[in-house]
Nanobody, 125 residues
Framework: QLQLVESGGGLVQPGGSLRLSCLAS????????IGWFRQAPGKEREGLLC????????YYPDFVEGRFAISRDDAKNTVYLQMNSLEPEDTAVYYC??????????????????WGQGTQVTVSS
């Protein structure tokens, strides 16, 4: 059974960095694109970045480029989200997700078929 598990969330001070991990099990990650999303309290889930099976990266909101980066290690069946210069507005539950394809399908949550349970990121002093 295809599963995704996020880890690496926690409390970080403004200006700090975190690296989130998305571990896949039940399938070979190198056949899939993976996207990262987040959902802040009272807000809709939003797409952040996606990486295709060929390591092409797509950014969705403008604020992500230059601060967040996505990478993958198919040997470890893991995709990473590196977040730098974090701000209180980045506080949210962060999710990884996979569409049923090897290419990125956009930043809409409805276009993704498999989801992890999420990991909480809190940016606060």
């Amino acid at each position: 059974q295809l599963q995704l598990v996020e880890s690496g969330g926690g409390l970080v001070q403004p200006g700090g960095s975190l690296r989130l991990s998305c571990l896949a099990s039940g399938f070979a990650l190198d056949f899939y694109a993976i996207g990262w999303f987040r959902q802040a309290p009272g807000k809709e889930r939003e797409g952040l970045l996606c990486i295709s099976h060929r390591n092409d990266t797509t950014y969705y909101p403008d604020f992500v480029e230059g601060r967040f980066a996505i990478s993958r290690d198919d040997a470890k069946n893991t995709v990473y989200l590196q977040m730098n210069s974090l701000e209180p507005e980045d506080t949210a539950v962060y999710y990884c997700a996979a569409p049923a394809s090897d290419y990125c399908v956009g930043g809409r949550p409805d276009d993704y078929d498999y989801w992890g349970q999420g990991t909480q990121v809190t940016v606060s002093s």
